[in-house]
């Protein structure tokens, strides 16, 4: 304070990562990283050149650094300078273990000044930021650090709080329904916090002991959730239940994450990959099985192809050794699902064909209805396949089989005292995928097809509600009512926060909104 200059015309800007406002009397602002497009801008700032001669390697750069200005400065310096080319910069962050030395330059030692924050932390604060980095989705709730340290749910997100405060942890909202936080930790923290959680707990027993307290909680919890979806189903649930702390809130819980399952399987979906593994490891066959028949088409970044289809594995085996067919055929189409999203469309198919088949072997022993929703859930799966590919036709063939099977089993449910929700809801997708797929087969009739904002006020699911907000986007683009389609877009991602191929669905309509914007104002954008 003594350094500070006092004149009157004199401003200073103090830069931390902790809030020093309260201790200088001074205001302090919370600054995020900067949106993906101002990173971009500032990068091609430094790097002096044309982006759009490398844009997924610059992307690239700037996912890897988590949009840090500083970080971004010191990549294109070293770009500038001749030392690397936009392709060879990216091509060293694929090293997790030189990423933090790429990020340095003159200097700004990025990695240091972490740790020299890591090291102001209390001992329990320290061993929460290691331990959450054995955390494998990119956003968490603070009742993590339960299992993961052995601590109270009181104690957990107090934890949590403290390293909020200090910017270590980064808030990513809450969770619908509870008003309870979740969290995400920059890349670069994370890699600091790696870094101490090896050097600080050499031994592998211990991470592995706190991964697999990590790992039964989950499955614990998503028992309960399964009870919740296939009342009496509880034969599991006293071999692997959620840690005691959890139980006080576990029905409201339960509750909540059973009617938005979606939302909570795309924020948990690499720990939930995990976790079916984990189930089938200790012969929790049902639980296994039936909790990748969940998974479905998300797809996240943090884990390769390979290991979520080595979970649908394991969960084909757990149903095998239960046994069950409708297990092998759930997980069969969940893994039809992925596989549709990360674009293997043979392989996709296959797997619908053999669901198909099993559907068939199985029909006496599941019943007319069952087997409807069963046949209908598979075309409906083609047709999102062909859709996708931009053959339209052929998603419409397949649509008319998927609403032929539909109409069947909605024949066998005549009569029932309780409506099949599950035939509902396969209904209601198909229904409007037809209406979806007819604007795309009639695309200079746009404006006769479908009118999204009434599918979204009666309440959809989630995919529905998804694609409806795209779609409602879309006509808005086509009206040119920019603002209102740039609204329904936000709409869109904020519900949508951790599947990859939706996040780039909504940046390539939010792209071509700005396109036509652009276009249609006269002015020299550049996208």
């Known amino acids: 304070r003594q350094r500070l200059p006092a004149g009157s015309k004199c401003l200073v800007i103090i830069t931390s990562r902790r809030n020093l406002g309260s201790e200088s009397g001074t205001f302090g602002y919370s600054l995020a990283p900067p949106p993906t497009a101002d990173a971009l801008a500032i990068l091609a700032a430094f790097v002096r050149t044309d ?3 490398a844009p997924s390697e610059a992307s690239e750069i700037v996912e890897r650094c988590g949009a840090l200005p500083v970080a971004l400065r010191c990549a294109g310096e070293k770009i500038a300078d001749g030392r690397y080319t936009m392709r060879s910069f990216a091509a060293e962050l694929q090293n997790p273990g030189v990423r933090l030395t790429a990020f340095s330059h003159n200097g700004r030692d990025i990695g240091r000044g972490i740790e020299f924050e890591y090291e102001q932390l209390p001992s329990a604060e320290q061993k929460a930021l290691r331990r959450l980095t054995i955390i494998d989705s990119p956003t968490f709730g603070p009742w993590v650090l339960v299992p993961l340290l052995n601590a109270t749910e009181a104690e957990a997100e107090r934890l949590a709080a403290r390293l909020a405060t200090y910017h270590l942890l980064l808030e990513a909202g809450q969770v619908p329904g509870l008003g309870l936080p979740r969290y995400s930790m920059h890349p670069l923290v994370w890699l600091v916090a790696m870094q101490r959680l090896h050097l600080d707990e050499p031994h592998a027993w211990e991470q592995q002991e706190a991964r697999a307290h990590l790992h039964k909680a989950y499955v614990g919890s998503a028992n309960a959730v399964i009870s919740r979806i296939e009342p009496g189903t509880t034969a599991e649930l006293e071999r692997c239940q959620p840690p005691d702390v959890w139980r006080e809130c576990q029905q409201a819980w339960a509750e909540v994450i059973a009617d938005q399952q979606e939302s909570w399987i795309r924020a948990e979906y690499c720990t939930l990959v995990q976790a079916v593994q984990y ?6 066959w049902h639980t296994s099985w039936r909790l990748a028949s969940l ?15 080595g979970a649908f594995d394991a969960a084909l085996e757990a149903a095998a050794r239960e046994p069950s067919q409708l297990g092998r055929i759930e997980v069969l189409l969940a893994r039809g699902s992925y596989l549709i999203a990360v674009e293997w469309y043979a392989d996709a198919f296959e797997a619908l064909r053999q669901a198909l088949h099993a559907a068939n ?6 019943g007319p209805r069952e087997t409807c929703r069963l046949w209908a859930s598979v075309h409906r799966r083609k047709a999102e ?3 996708q590919m931009g053959a339209y036709a052929m998603a419409h063939d397949e649509i008319l089989v998927a609403l032929a099977a539909i109409h069947e089993g909605t024949e066998n449910t005549r009569g029932d005292v309780v409506p099949d ?17 007819d604007a795309w087969l009639e695309p200079t009739r ?16 989630d995919g529905v509600r998804f694609h409806a907000l795209l779609g409602l986007a879309d006509q ?33 309509r939010t792209a071509r909104l700005l396109l036509n914007q652009a276009g249609r104002e006269g002015k020299a954008q550049r996208l």
Not at 453 to 461: H, T
């Open 421 to 437: 929700l599950r035939i509902e809801k396969e209904a209601a997708q198909i229904r409007f995928m037809r209406a979806d797929n």
């Open 476 to 508: 808005l683009r086509r009206r040119r009512r920019w603002d209102d389609a740039h609204a329904e877009l936000r709409k869109a991602h904020a519900d949508n926060f951790g599947d990859a191929r939706r996040l780039a669905a909504m940046q390539y």
């Open 361 to 366: 072997k199985a029909s006496p022993e599941l």
């Open 295 to 309: 998974l479905g088409a998300c797809v996240t970044t943090r884990l390769k192809p390979k290991a979520t289809i």
């Open 385 to 387: 396949a062909w859709q």
């Open 279 to 284: 189930a089938y490891d200790e012969k929790l």
């Open 446 to 461: 746009w404006m006769d097809h479908l009118s999204y904002a009434d599918v979204l006020s009666s309440g959809p699911d």
């Open 51 to 53: 982006l759009g001669k």
